[in-house]
């Protein structure tokens, strides 16, 4: 079995690292698997960088290189987040296109494909991870790279009315068609890509089973939603209950039920409504003031980007409104903090809480809801209130379905959640488990990895072919 090389823009080892969900699924693919992981180190230097450092940590591989400070500006904070990031979140409203950002964008990729193909050898599997990076399977072409390379987004891939308002789109469908497989969330993203390409080379371009066939070449289209390790988050959960920041978040509740909320500090989860939502739901259900408290952990990440600072400022009054209308000596409806806690803390404050609110407007999947689930004890278990827009609703449908922009809904879906019989809470929790533990990270590594290996048959089939044909042709003129 060949080496599997991941590529994401980040690698957890970075110091500036902010949590998220893809270094959790491409953590799990390499402790089962080994290989390299490959990407930028965090920090940004006045010149082009040098080879990539390597770095074993935990037994696992690592080789990153710095970024130059313009390029990783106009890159990262520009095109990445301020024009791919909203564009496929569906928020054109805070979504700008700049041709620097564009080029920044190409430059960063082919920049990170000929510090990356060097380390490169025959058997090799490469795995780029999500939209930083749509570029690189091109680029690596660009430099001789015959390899497998898969591509895997993990945020949504917007309808084409959506799509079409960035200037390069073709581009970006074109770069995806470099890989042999290309994987989606769900099936809405892969249909949305799709229909892309039939938009773009005409209906005959989509083949059965979701193949697209471009320059003789066929390149595989799959549905991976990540999923988690239901075992390892349900066993940890369970042992940071009893640890001392648990215990002491627990007591400091005195009896009073836990709603909790754990996101990246970002846009897309609507955060505002949420707290919106929960104003709603006091003013709605007054028997519940002082009974409940809210725990919303949102760290900060991207903070260059200017729709982050505002949305930062934007949850501050938020809360503090709400805190200053129901607040009392001995409560505090909202506690809102924007910090790291070790993922084990987490967990444990996730087992805690009888209700998670994941409130997105738009995700990719949304790992939180999934761990929520996995932490809880099955004979007294939370409920979750998801939004009807993340990708995990495809797969948990017992969870208290939301519209995230509709307030009132998610007010009476908390209440419905804190007043929820036992027998229905456990059935409910039993079935989204089975959901999970059928689909978990494992899954999800193992089903992307066996697909792009297989793609490598094919190609190298396709090749043979190929090579036939032209043999064959040159027989009968000659
Ligand atoms: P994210 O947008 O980062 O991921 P999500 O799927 O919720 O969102 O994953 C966040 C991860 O970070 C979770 O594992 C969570 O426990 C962890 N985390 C959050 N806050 C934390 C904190 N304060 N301290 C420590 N850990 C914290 C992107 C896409 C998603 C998609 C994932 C995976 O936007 O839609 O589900 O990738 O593909």
């Given amino acids: 079995m060949g080496r599997l090389i991941n590529v994401s823009n980040r690698v957890p080892l970075a110091k500036t690292a902010a949590p998220g969900g893809l270094a959790v699924g491409v953590l799990a693919a390499m402790r089962a698997r080994g290989g390299l992981w490959f990407g930028w180190n965090g920090e940004t230097t006045g010149q082009e960088p040098g080879e990539p450092e390597i770095t074993i940590r935990d037994s696992l591989t690592y080789a990153t290189i710095p970024l130059p400070q313009t390029l990783y500006e106009r890159y990262y904070s520009g095109f990445a987040n301020g024009t791919l990031w909203p564009l496929f979140h569906y928020f054109l409203a805070g979504f700008r296109y700049e041709d620097q950002e564009y080029a920044a ?36 072409r660009a430099l001789g790279v015959r390899q497998p390379v898969g591509f895997f987004l993990h945020i949504p891939f917007p309808h ?49 089973g979701g193949t697209v066939v471009s320059g003789g070449r066929t390149i595989r289209t799959g549905v991976f939603p990540i999923g988690v390790d239901v075992q390892a988050i349900t066993q940890s959960a369970a042992k940071a209950a009893g640890s001392a920041p648990v215990q002491r978040m627990m007591q ?20 505002l409504e949420r707290f919106q939502a929960y104003r709603q739901f006091l003013e709605s259900y007054p028997e519940q003031i002082g009974q409940v408290t809210f725990l919303q952990i949102a ?20 809360s503090g409104r709400t805190n200053g209308r129901f607040a009392d000596a001995d409560w505090t409806p909202i506690r809102y903090l924007n910090r790291n806690f070790p993922h ?80 229905e809470r456990r059935a409910r929790h039993a079935t989204s488990l089975a959901t999970l533990r059928e689909n978990d990270i494992h899954r999800w590594h193992t089903r992307f990895i066996d697909e792009l290996q297989a793609a490598r048959g094919r190609s190298s089939g396709e090749l043979a072919a190929g090579r036939l044909r032209r043999l064959q042709q040159s027989l009968s003129s000659s």
């Fill in 344 to 423: 084990a803390t987490l967990m444990g404050f996730l087992r805690a809480a009888q209700v998670c609110l994941v409130t997105a407007l738009r995700d990719g999947m949304n790992l939180v809801a999934k761990e929520f689930i996995a932490a809880q004890d099955p004979d007294d278990p939370g409920v979750l209130v998801l939004s009807n827009r993340a990708g995990a609703a495809c797969e948990l449908t017992e969870a208290l379905l939301i519209n995230p922009y509709d307030t009132r809904g998610i007010a009476g879906a908390i209440q419905r959640a804190l007043t929820m019989p036992l027998a």
């Fill in 252 to 271: 400091s509740l005195v009896g009073r039920r836990l709603i909790v909320g754990v996101d990246r500090l970002d846009y897309s989860k609507g955060l």
């Fill in 105 to 140: 964008y190409e430059q960063a990729n082919a920049l990170f494909a000929s510090r990356l193909s060097p380390l490169l050898a025959p058997g090799d599997l490469i795995w780029v991870h999500d939209y930083h990076l749509i570029p690189l399977g091109e680029k690596l």
């Fill in 160 to 208: 084409f009315e959506v799509l079409r308002a960035l200037p390069t789109f073709a581009e970006i469908v074109r770069a995806l068609l470099a890989y042999d497989l290309v994987g989606f969330q769900t099936e809405t993203d892969r249909e949305s890509f799709l229909n892309a390409v039939r938009v773009l080379w005409g209906a005959q371009s989509v083949g059965d």
């Fill in 299 to 318: 760290p900060l990440g991207r903070q260059k980007v200017q729709a982050y600072a505002q949305i930062r400022d934007e949850l501050e009054q938020s």
